[in-house]
């Protein structure tokens, strides 16, 4: 069973056949800048043991070393494995302590994917600390709609980019990569409801809720040592993503103001971000905190204020078009990362609707049909075309890109078409600073040039997978998302699921087009396969197939074949071919 559950940000680079379009050369090169370089190191704050293991492997993220009294702390665990286990092997070489604890400052998993590789060297009783809600949002962001996140995230984070000649320069606005291997997220034993104070490793900590780039989000105070560990409430060196492009629930701003605003309620005299520099001097660190604050409110309110003014999305972006000079502070508030613009036009559907009030839109022709009408009226294909040229020779490529979208969207195959957008793709990505907007400018134009294949891009996100830690309950509701409507019509099926590795039963219920999935057994159930989880893991993360270990009798099965095999059979568990620009 393939493709049930993949990881938003456990990318990996995917090559394909060349063909297509040929690629159109830009002459300028990607705007590059000094805070975007993302170069290893080990970061050490002056005079305490307290280290920032940055951009492992050239990635983004940090992993932070506490060295306590009575053992190591750990502060997020990295991207990956290989990153992880690389800051493992260097702290098994400088220290002969176990790790007492690992801290996830939030759920996204370039704070979480590395955890596994640090049992080499835990405590038998290591704590696993985090939000209250980062388990659910684990699941929910990377695994529900983690397929295509994942497809976003590949495009966002241009991880076809870094090997290019033309385009090496890429990297993201939090500084570094994103590419990966496999990851090993593990479950929290300890959660964390309201600010506490609390003893790791003979260290004294505050951890209080924030709740602001992330609902699961936390963050850490060393009162004795007046030392914060930020996580992303400072998201890194950039304006920050107050919505992102790959998806994501709504952020909410208020939230995250109270959160900084709360960090800066113990004024610290040392930052240690999970994004770039530490950051030292109480007055610099007020600063920083306090325009970056500044920055989210002010888009934030002025959104609010034109939308009551009866602004729609678009014309919101068209409004606010960058920060006032007065928050403009290198590079904490440079729009590296989040835009103003973009970040607008989400405050409109979180608060409002998706709907922009004209009731024109409720209804809409399809895309397909309105592209078909409007390359008709506007006197057929060559006529776009030409519109096309003349635009591109008085180099307005967002022109050329809305007028090809119309010809490639009634017929996929106009190369000349295709041509014209992927150049204009490849001039924007370099009128822009924002390494999020060049991802998708740039990997669309490989889009356009079939040099990007989703569905083996998919497979390797599955096989990156690392279910092992993950409740059993957890993993099979991820299947509720892979029911077909159309092939489970009219069935009413009872099946139980049975893992004798971990003495665990479960019944699943397909009615009405929809899985309902309960612990337990259940003696209406017709069927029960029968499996260790080890065996499910490995189906999960596509390394075998359902039907070939049931044929192959590793899988028993009691009770009604064809009762098993019709729930299965209503699964939609194959990739498909996702486009972002071809459609």
């Known amino acids: 069973m393939r493709g049930i559950v993949l990881l938003t940000f456990a990318l990996l680079l995917v090559g394909c056949e060349e063909k297509g379009p040929a690629p159109i050369p830009i002459d300028r090169p990607l705007v590059s800048d000094p805070a975007l370089k993302g170069e290893e190191v080990l970061q050490k704050v002056t005079d305490l043991p307290i280290w920032s293991y940055r951009n492992v492997n050239g990635n983004l993220p940090n992993i932070i070393l506490i060295d306590g009294k009575e053992g190591l702390i750990i502060i997020d665990t990295g991207l990956s ?58 699941q929910d962001e ?45 479950p929290t034993t300890r959660v964390i409801t309201k600010e506490s104070k609390v003893e790791l490793a003979g ?39 107050l919505h992102s492009l790959r998806g994501t629930k709504p952020r909410d701003a208020n939230k995250w103001i109270t959160a900084l605003d709360r960090i800066r309620a113990f004024e610290p005299k040392i930052m240690v971000p999970s994004h770039g520099n530490i950051v030292e001097g109480a007055d610099e660190i007020e600063t920083v905190i306090r325009t970056y604050r500044d920055a989210i409110q002010w888009t934030h309110d002025q959104a609010i204020r034109l939308i009551n003014k009866g602004y729609t999305q678009e014309e919101l972006a068209e409004a606010l078009p960058a920060l006032p000079e007065s928050l403009q502070l290198y590079p904490y508030t440079k ?76 017929d996929h195959d106009d190369i000349d078409a295709r041509r014209l957008k992927a150049w204009s793709f490849r001039v924007m990505a370099r009128q822009t600073i924002n390494t999020n907007w060049q991802g998708f400018y740039l990997t669309g134009a490989l889009e356009l ?50 893992f004798p590795d971990r003495n665990e039963t479960f019944t699943l219920h397909l009615r009405n087009q929809i899985l309902d999935i309960r612990s337990g057994e259940d003696s209406s159930a017709t069927a029960s396969l029968i499996m260790n989880r080890s065996l499910f893991d ?14 192959s009798g590793d899988i028993d099965l009691e009770g009604s074949r064809l009762d098993a095999l019709s729930l299965l059979s209503s699964l939609d568990t194959e990739p498909t071919e996702i486009n972002l620009v071809i459609r």
Do not use: C
Request: zero cysteines.
């Open 203 to 241: 260290e004294n900590f505050i951890l209080f809720p924030t709740g602001g780039e992330a609902g699961s989000h936390i963050a850490v105070y060393m009162e004795d040592h007046g030392v914060i560990f930020s996580g992303d409430e400072m998201q890194g060196p950039s304006f920050p993503n």
């Open 538 to 551: 490995q189906i999960l993360s596509g390394e075998k197939e359902f039907l070939g270990e049931m044929i």
């Open 449 to 498: 040039e079939n040099k990007v294949d989703s569905i083996a891009f998919q497979k390797h996100l599955q096989s990156m997978f690392s279910p092992k830690f993950i409740d059993s309950i957890r993993l099979l509701n991820l299947l509720r998302y892979n029911v077909d409507g159309e092939k489970a019509e009219g069935k009413d099926i009872k099946i139980q699921f049975r």
């Open 81 to 138: 494995l290989n990153d992880s286990k690389k800051v493992v092997d260097d702290i098994k070489s400088k220290f002969d302590k176990p790790v007492k604890a690992l801290i996830y400052t939030h759920h996204h998993i370039d704070h979480t994917g590395g955890a596994a590789s640090f049992l080499e060297i835990a405590d038998p009783n290591m704590a696993i600390i985090g939000s209250e809600h980062l388990n659910e949002e684990m």
């Open 335 to 410: 729009e590296f990362y989040g835009t103003v613009k973009h970040s607008v036009r989400n405050y409109f559907t979180g608060y409002i609707s998706w709907f922009d009030g004209d009731p024109a839109t409720l209804n809409p022709t399809p895309r397909v049909e309105r592209s078909r009408r409007y390359v008709k009226m506007m006197g057929g294909r060559e006529a776009i075309l030409a519109a096309a040229l003349a635009a591109k020779d008085t180099n307005d490529p967002q022109w050329v890109a809305e007028l090809t979208t119309h010809l490639i969207r009634i």
């Open 142 to 186: 990377n695994n529900v709609v983690g397929r295509i996140m994942g497809m976003r995230a590949y495009y966002m984070y241009g991880m076809s980019l870094y090997d290019e000649e033309e385009t090496k320069a890429y990297r993201i606005g939090l500084s570094g990569k994103v590419q990966s291997g496999k990851t090993g997220f593990l």
